[in-house]
T-cell receptor, first 115, second 116 residues
Framework: AQSVSQHNHHVILSEAASLELGCNYS??????LFWYVQYPGQHLQLLLK??????LVKGIKGFEAEFIKSKFSFNLRKPSVQWSDTAEYFC?????????????FGAGTRLAVHP | ETGVTQTPRHLVMGMTNKKSLKCEQH?????MYWYKQSAKKPLELMFV???????ENNSVPSRFSPECPNSSHLFLHLHTLQPEDSALYLC???????????????FGPGTRLTVT
């Protein structure tokens, strides 16, 4: 069965620090990969996605992620975080198995950025 | 605002009550989903509807009963729930249920359910 693993459950950073959140998935076929973010009290929203092509994808708010197929990884990065980046981040994978859309989510990483 | 609304935003119910959660999408999508979000656990996909037809039921107990009367509306009917069913229930929609354009899902704000 497919699964998604996020290595850090809680991350605490100071403003301007660099961020990298790990995400690994288990599925041997073609996958589509996503990072979603949930700000406090708000709905889940898409941060960035990878379907094909350049494995380095750029998303909103200065975030980027790199798909490394050989490592089954899709880590999220940001060179300099801001207090407003405090949120919970979810990695998700979709394989299209079964012919319909099915997202498998990781457990999430809660990021706290201190001023 | 994602174009997906959910009501109510908060619900407290006893184990013998019957209640329903409502989801509405204004995006012209034809696939809708129910997820359960519990603390410290990954989002769990509960049900998938494509063109108003249920295409996945992820071993969800029968005390949860979904209904999709049309492509814009999705309900989750609840009865005789257990305290462990307390969670945030999220609705999502996507353009289709298969194909590249279908993969992006748009989420509603969720209903925070507490079962007492």
């Amino acid at each position: 069965a497919q699964s998604v693993s996020q290595h850090n459950h809680h991350v605490i950073l100071s403003e301007a620090a660099s961020l990298e959140l790990g995400c690994n998935y288990s599925y041997g076929g073609t996958v589509n990969l996503f990072w979603y973010v949930q700000y406090p009290g708000q709905h889940l929203q898409l941060l960035l996605k990878y379907f094909s092509g350049d494995p380095l994808v750029k998303g909103i708010k200065g975030f980027e992620a790199e798909f490394i197929k050989s490592k089954f990884s899709f880590n999220l990065r940001k060179p300099s975080v801001q207090w407003s980046d405090t949120a919970e981040y979810f990695c998700a994978v979709n394989s299209g198995a079964g012919g319909y859309n099915k997202l498998i989510f990781g457990a999430g990483t809660r990021l706290a950025v201190h001023p | 605002e994602t174009g997906v609304t959910q009501t109510p935003r908060h619900l407290v119910m006893g184990m013998t009550n019957k209640k329903s959660l409502k989801c509405e999408q204004h995006l012209g999508h034809n696939a809708m989903y129910w997820y359960k979000q519990s603390a410290k656990k990954p989002l769990e996909l509960m049900f998938v509807y494509s063109l108003e037809e249920r295409v996945e039921n992820n071993s969800v107990p029968s005390r949860f009963s979904p209904e999709c009367p049309n492509s814009s509306h999705l309900f989750l009917h609840l009865h005789t729930l257990q305290p462990e069913d307390s969670a945030l229930y999220l609705c999502a929609s996507s353009q289709g249920s298969s194909g590249a354009n279908s993969y992006e899902q748009y989420f509603g704000p969720g209903t925070r359910l507490t079962v007492t």
